[in-house]
């Protein structure tokens, strides 16, 4: 008797010290709804039939004189036999009922049987591009993609010798708005479990952002470090944190943001399932974790603070998108005919409107060709979507004509950017070379991609973009234009990045106008005394000139 109590003691003891180390690594959502919570209930069962199995048949065996274990079948052995199967019956009954529920939940949610709800799990609604999108300052044009980003901020990080033995940067890099401007942000983590032994009692020490339009690149100090991160080891690992205090939420996309004040935080989404038990994915709501202070808090979708900027995934906007339209009339028809189905290009970018980050992308016909029927915006915090039927070219198409026009330097372009020019949807890229470095920018007309604006800084290529518009005999509201004439009481002459500029002071005007020398074959003889009449666009730092005439 003593010996089978200890016996089963020591399975209970083993099975729940497995189970144990298994949660601590795979964290499953302790959810009726978590296909990840059946696999786990799945390898608990089986491991523990496996454990009870291994321990009756331990109990045949004995040790003879001469070393060598043999097996004997008295007849009390036999019985422990026939109780040993009882528990894989169990098992093997169980793991089959869960297998028939999987099967059921999946059959329930299917896309045959629901398409309709597929299509509205995002609703996009028309819009009105000029009215949408605010044309932005030329000084407020993005240039810096991910993969700048992260060289930049390994330079930052590379500057730093203090940090940079004991810590590497993360490869998050969020896009948000902060104070207004479009920024990547994202934080430091230890670079190994020694480095990490050495430094979690004062947590990691900084974070870095990087300014999308000028490419300031900034190492954050904090005050106090962070504490709850993807590079803990324990309890204040960011997920298994998360998992414990939240054992039944399912999170999807966690991403690291920054609030008004500087303050590091880990915005956790949590996914609501729409359609049958765990189909039709959506967010319901977001914990944000104080990523100092380890403080969270669950706000429901509605009631998430402005300043979050990424609440839904780019992964789960896309994966909606092709369901919007791949079932809009109907699922046969997805497959059958295929009329009037159409789904996004491969790629998107981010866009900042008023404070808040849209997802861009195309929208295609399934057949895949290279033209765009129209694109869509989705706010990253609200899935507010917004449509507009602008045919044009598809991303890739622009891409590659914005590398054809420097074809003889073999830049390659970055996945565009929707801005509105002059009341005109336009991609914006910039152009790197083959060691990854920006070397030139470029925009393309959406409706007509063979118009390409190129220059070594945006201002030169806006002012090239617009020329060749009106080359073309486009109407164009440039509202940031404005017409100066006067005087010359001064020129000089200096080559920027390549090209010859011009400086013209006028007089009774303290301003100093930049006249690129593509612009007129008579700047080579400009002189004091000439008078002038110019188009300018007006930017923060200079002001440059579209047009001149000399009179």
């Not at 104070?179 to 934080?187: A, D, Q």
């Not at 004091?528 to 005439?549: F, L, Y």
Request: hydrophobic share 40%.
């Amino acid at each position: 008797m003593k010996n089978n109590f200890l016996r089963g003691f020591l399975k209970f003891v083993i099975c729940a010290v497995v189970i144990f180390i298994a949660y601590w690594f795979a964290l499953p959502a302790l959810n009726i709804r978590s296909s990840e919570m059946w696999g786990f209930l799945i390898f608990c069962i089986v491991f523990c039939v496996v454990i009870n199995a291994f321990s009756q048949i331990a109990g045949l065996f004995k040790d003879y004189n001469s070393g060598i274990k043999r097996i004997r079948f008295p007849e009390e052995r036999r019985e422990a036999l026939r109780k040993t199967g009882k528990p894989f019956k169990f098992a093997i009954g169980a793991v089959i009922c869960m297998a028939a529920f999987s099967i059921i939940a999946s059959v329930i949610g299917a896309e045959f049987f629901n398409a309709s709800r597929y299509v509205k799990l995002i609703t996009p609604e028309d819009g009105d591009f000029t009215a949408d999108v605010a044309e932005i300052n030329r000084t407020q044009i993005p240039v810096v993609d991910r993969d700048t980003a992260s060289r930049l901020g390994q330079r930052k990080l590379g500057e730093i010798s203090d940090l940079v033995s004991q810590f590497v940067i993360e490869e998050d890099y969020t896009q948000i708005n902060y104070k207004g401007k479009p920024v990547r942000v994202t934080p430091l983590a230890y670079g190994d479990i020694i480095k990490w032994f050495n430094n979690n009692s004062e947590g990691i020490p900084a974070y870095i952002t990087v300014d999308m339009t000028t490419q300031e690149t900034s190492l954050v100090r904090l005050d106090k470090g962070i504490k709850y991160s993807q590079s803990e080891y324990f309890m204040r690992n960011l997920y298994r944190y998360l998992r414990f205090k939240y054992p039944t939420k399912i999170f999807d996309n966690i991403s690291f943001e920054i609030n008004e004040d500087g303050t590091p935080y880990w915005v956790a989404s949590c996914v609501k399932f729409r359609i049958g038990i765990w189909s039709g994915r959506d967010i319901g709501g977001a914990v944000l974790l104080n990523a100092v202070t380890g403080d969270s808090k669950y706000y429901d979708l509605e009631e998430i603070p402005s300043w979050v900027d990424q609440v839904y995934s780019a992964d789960m906007i896309m994966e909606q998108l092709i369901y919007n339209g791949k079932y809009r009339s109907g699922f046969f028809n997805s497959i059958f005919g295929q009329k009037g189905v159409l789904q996004p290009t491969d790629g998107y970018n981010y866009l900042a409107i008023n404070d808040d980050v849209y997802l861009y992308t195309g929208i295609t016909s399934v057949t895949s060709d290279e033209s765009n029927v129209g694109f869509v915006l989705t706010n990253l915090r609200t899935k507010e979507t917004k449509y507009y039927a602008i045919p044009g070219a598809e991303e890739y198409s622009a891409m590659d004509s914005a590398q054809g026009q420097v074809q003889h330097l073999k830049y390659s372009a970055t996945f565009p950017l929707l801005l509105n020019i002059s009341d005109r949807p336009t991609y914006f890229m910039s152009l790197k070379d083959g060691a990854g470095l920006v070397k030139m920018y470029a925009f393309v007309d959406v409706s007509q991609y063979q118009i390409v604006g190129t220059g070594n800084t945006v201002e030169e290529a806006r002012t090239d973009y617009i020329n060749k518009l009106k080359n073309e005999n486009l109407e164009i509201e440039d509202a940031a234009s404005s017409t100066v004439s006067g005087v010359i009481e001064s020129v000089a002459s200096a080559v920027v990045s390549g090209n010859t500029n011009y400086y013209i002071k006028l007089q009774d005007n303290d301003k100093i106008y930049t006249v690129p020398i593509t612009l007129s074959d008579r700047l080579p003889f400009a002189k004091s005394g000439d008078s002038v009449e110019m188009t300018v666009n007006a930017a923060e730092d200079k002001i440059s000139v579209t047009k001149i005439s000399f009179k």
